[in-house]
Nanobody, 124 residues
Framework: QVQLVESGGGLVQAGGSLRVSCAASGDTFSNIAMGWFRRAPGKEREFVARISRGGGVMDYADSVKGQFTISRDNAKKAVYLQMYSLKPEDTAVYYC?????????????????WGQGTQVTVSS
């Protein structure tokens, strides 16, 4: 069982930066892939980024490539999403997700455990 708790969301002006964090519980963190998803107002949840168990494989949605960076610290059982040059369209609830496998894809069904989400609001 893995429990996930996101933090670090908030209100930021367009062009600003923000880092959201996800703290995980359980003994399997270093063996599982992690992902970030988001749900913007009135839209479906969408994939943002994913990272393999050791951090060697990272992948991003085209909409955030070059703008966001995913990372993890297995010793701290944490995964991060560093966001730069934020735009109003990045406004969303950001969710951390954990898979049961060392590598996972971009689909929601690739992930078993989910956090409650953290709100990121970008003002224009």
């Amino acid at each position: 069982q893995v429990q996930l708790v996101e933090s670090g969301g908030g209100l930021v002006q367009a062009g600003g930066s923000l880092r959201v964090s996800c703290a995980a519980s359980g003994d399997t963190f270093s063996n599982i892939a992690m992902g970030w998803f988001r749900r913007a107002p009135g839209k479906e949840r969408e994939f943002v980024a994913r990272i393999s168990r050791g951090g060697g494989v990272m992948d991003y949605a085209d909409s955030v490539k070059g703008q966001f960076t995913i990372s993890r610290d297995n010793a701290k059982k944490a995964v991060y999403l560093q966001m730069y040059s934020l735009k109003p369209e990045d406004t969303a609830v950001y969710y951390c997700a954990a898979a049961r496998t060392p590598y996972a894809g971009r689909e929601s069904y690739d992930y078993t455990y989910w956090g409650q989400g953290t709100q990121v609001t970008v003002s224009s």
